[in-house]
């Protein structure tokens, strides 16, 4: 393709994508009450259903907080459409080996994300209580849906980011970056700089999160060089 046909490509890729995340962003304005309901579920878990209020301050924070949820539901219901078109955008370019590697690299990245922000919601009751009761009985907490909302959805975005670790891992490992056998040897490494890493980009801050993410990402580990070493046999008689 020319450099016209690759902008003209792209510029399609992207009408697609802008339309169906507009489509997606106006369904989740519409059920804003529901996705409003279902990031609520931890803290009322925490304080019970009766107390479970949020406060706004101002006139229009009620409106610009059902137009920040539209954008974050809308970029979640529309992430397959936009993994998609930058799959058919870049399939072009790449060779037989690698498209076949792929579709089952970005399966692998959408459930691992995925799973990682199931497991920050599930988390997130355990962190938040824990929160409340360190700064003393003497403090009354109220939240604001900026303050509560921002944390369960950077939460949320850092599980789901960090659980991509496998697929970055197996990624350079494929590509020669990396061998197994060299991670295999940073073992004692991963031991102490995985939950280190964890305990500096949990944003909650609290010690249930911070190994609730310790831990997965220790396994990744381990199932990154088992994986590495399959991946590596198997096209080592291609080769």
């Known amino acids: ?18 339309t ?14 529901h996705i409003l309901n279902f990031l609520k579920s931890p803290y009322c878990t925490v304080v ?5 209020l949020l406060y ?32 058919r955008f ?7 080996n690698e498209k076949r590697y792929a579709i089952p690299f970005i399966v692998a990245s959408i459930t691992l994300f995925a799973a990682g922000a199931v497991l ?7 962190a938040l209580l824990f929160l409340q009761k360190v700064g003393g009985p003497s403090l009354h907490q109220i939240y604001t849906p900026s303050n509560y909302l921002g944390l369960i959805v950077a939460l949320m975005a850092v599980f789901g980011l960090t659980f ?4 970055v891992l197996v990624s ?3 590509a020669g970056v990396l061998r197994p056998e060299k991670l295999a040897s940073w073992r004692r490494w991963a031991i102490v700089g995985l939950p280190a890493f964890s305990a500096v980009i949990t944003p909650s801050g609290d010690p249930f999160s911070m190994l609730a993410l310790a831990v997965p990402l220790y396994l990744f580990y381990e199932l990154s060089i088992l994986i590495g070493k399959l991946l590596l046999r198997r096209r080592a008689p291609a080769v």
Not at 1 to 17: F, N, P, S, Y
Not at 120 to 126: C, G, K, M, N, S
Not at 164 to 167: A, K, L, M, R, S
């Open 120 to 126: 920050a919601y599930y988390t997130f009751p355990h």
């Open 172 to 174: 350079l490992e494929l």
């Open 1 to 18: 393709m020319t450099l016209v046909e690759h902008i003209g490509e792209l510029r399609r890729r992207l009408l697609v994508t802008v």
């Open 90 to 96: 870049i399939t072009p370019g790449l060779r037989r």
């Open 20 to 33: 169906v995340l507009l489509i997606t962003a106006t369904v989740s304005f519409v059920v804003y009450p």
């Open 48 to 52: 019970g259903p009766k107390h479970c």
């Open 56 to 87: 706004v301050t101002g006139p229009l924070d009620g409106l610009a907080l059902r137009i920040k949820i539209a954008t974050y539901g809308g970029l979640f219901l529309a992430s397959p459409v936009i993994l998609w078109e930058v799959w």
């Open 164 to 167: 991509e670790f496998p697929v």
